[in-house]
């Protein structure tokens, strides 16, 4: 105890009140307020055309030569970001409900806005929630005098984006700002702590902390406390290959959130087999197996310790290769090719004389069972005839049909293959037809396949995305603390980033549990 001696003696109190005043202040000013908390800074703030000033400079850009209504015009660049330590959701915003859409407010004292664009914004997502044109839901951008009024928009920790702002006005004495209201935070501007005075209070911290360590040693250094949500420890995710995207992203977020208290490993081995994986740990371990498994649809054997947890709404899709120059099937179309009444893609409105090749999943394959449920009409597909996915095995058949075990694998062979066609989750499919445009993805039935058009039940491939745990997991445990985080504001905005809906989300629920139901 000779530390505490040290710790209590009169030379060290005084030091020692520095230290409570010091830290207090520091974590009352950056972290209290700032669990949730959107911060904003004045990137850019400068005259373009000074033609309404006196004096010789009276210089204008040539741009403006043609336009007297902008004289005195300026630009400014408005950074606003997550700078928190938790993500801010769409609900966070409070308003009034009158202007239920909106949220913050951004103020340019004693000038009109002319024009306003959305730049540099941390992901391309964000764009969908800044339309320069709105709509009835989300009325976007809306410019009234000196303000311009934003959406509430969903900003993970460290997401921001730039407004770049045309205005007139009386010049540029007043500095602009940004208002608004969210819950357990604030909204606050960063200049503000970029000053000197805390810098050099933060060093006068740092430097009486060291003198008290100094007699005392380090027996009053414990490892910091886990944030609220972290569990130490290791998991291990299996299962769906449609869904491995996701779990990658929330695995990465959740250990830099837990700053890297969690060890997570995703192992995507398809439905069926990460289901098989997660009971013969189950059957063998001592206590609660660290397993989690992610299934599209249901899993089947009906299995006592197998725990369902609905986490999402899977959005699937037909792809072709880039020959096959359709854009829509109809079911029956569908159903008339993998029956192997229709080989060639010239029996069909527009189609190429290529013979169809079918490129489809394993039995083991969640995803296989979805399109057999809800697109073949709960009939199941042809035997395998080819190894190679170009030639069959045998001679009597006209039917070209091979098995593959991933999402990742089946697009890489429809691009490859004249004819082919197959089916994967929406998010790998689109993001493969827009960067290499080797592939086509297919309407069903006159209707694309989006979030929106499952939220409204007009396309029909789809499935329930369930996360399974043998047992129930106890609440301080990580896969627990991970299951949460996974319906929280960052697991449902992941979620629906790769083109899922989140089961989380208030506007899902409802045809989370009619999908349940079914």
């Not at 199941?380 to 075990?405: G, H, Q």
């Amino acid at each position: 105890m000779g530390w505490l001696k040290e710790l209590v003696a009169p030379e060290n109190l005084l030091a020692l009140l520095g230290v409570v005043v010091t830290v207090g202040g520091l974590s009352y000013e950056r972290l209290i307020p700032g669990r949730k908390r959107i911060g904003y800074r004045v990137q850019m703030d400068t005259l373009i055309d000074d033609s309404t000033s006196d004096g010789p400079l009276h210089q204008r850009l040539r741009m403006l030569e043609n336009t007297p209504d902008l004289a005195g015009a300026s630009l400014v660049l408005l950074r606003i970001e997550n700078d928190g330590f938790r993500s801010v959701d769409v609900d966070d915003y409070i308003t009034a409900p009158s202007t239920e859409h909106r949220g913050l407010t951004a103020i340019f004292p004693n000038r009109t806005v002319r024009d306003v664009a959305v730049t540099e914004p941390s992901h391309p997502d964000l764009l969908r929630h800044l339309p320069q044109r709105g709509t009835v839901t989300n009325p976007g951008l809306i410019c009234r005098g000196n303000e311009i009024s934003l959406p509430r928009v969903p900003l993970n920790k460290g997401d921001h984006f730039k407004l770049l702002v045309l205005l007139t006005g009386a010049g540029t004495d007043k500095q602009p700002y940004v208002a608004g209201r969210i819950r357990e935070g604030r909204i606050r501007n960063n200049e503000h702590f970029r000053r000197p005075s805390n810098r050099v209070l933060g060093l006068i911290g740092s430097l009486v902390v060291l003198m008290i360590l100094q007699p005392i040693g380090f027996q009053l250094l414990e490892p910091d406390p886990l944030r609220q949500g972290c569990a130490k420890g290791t998991l291990t995710v299996v299962g769906s290959t449609a869904f491995e995207p996701v779990m990658n992203d929330l695995d990465k977020a959740y250990e830099e959130d837990c700053d890297g208290a969690a060890h997570i490993t995703v192992d995507a081995q398809g439905s069926g087999r990460g289901t098989d994986t997660l009971r013969d740990v189950g059957e063998g371990a001592k206590g609660f197996p660290a397993y989690l498994s992610f299934s599209d649809g249901r899993e089947g054997s009906g299995d006592p310790g197998l725990k369902e947890h609905l986490t999402a709404l899977s959005v699937f899709t037909m792809v072709v290769n880039k020959e096959v120059r359709i854009s829509n099937l109809t079911l029956d179309d569908v159903r008339k090719i993998y029956s192997g009444e229709i080989t060639n893609w010239k029996r069909l409105a527009g189609g190429p004389d290529l013979p169809i090749r079918l490129v489809s999943r394993d039995g083991k394959s969640g995803t296989r069972g979805v399109f057999e449920n809800r697109v073949l009409g709960s009939t199941t597909e042809p035997a395998r005839t080819s190894d190679n996915c170009r030639t069959p095995k045998f001679d009597n058949t006209r039917l070209v049909r091979c098995e593959l075990d991933s999402t990742d694998e089946v697009l890489k062979t429809v691009a490859r293959t004249p004819g082919a066609i197959g089916y994967t989750e929406l998010k790998a499919a689109n993001d493969r037809a827009e960067e290499r445009k080797d592939v086509r993805l297919l309407g069903l039935g006159g209707h694309r396949p989006s979030i929106d058009t499952v939220r409204d039940e007009t396309y029909p491939f789809w499935e329930p995305e369930y996360a399974y745990t043998y047992g129930t997991p106890s609440p301080n445990s990580l896969t627990s603390k991970f299951l949460d985080f996974l319906a929280g504001d960052t697991g449902r905005n992941l979620i629906e980033r790769h083109g899922h809906l989140p089961c989380s989300a208030p506007e899902n629920q409802q045809a989370c549990r009619r999908a349940h139901r079914a």
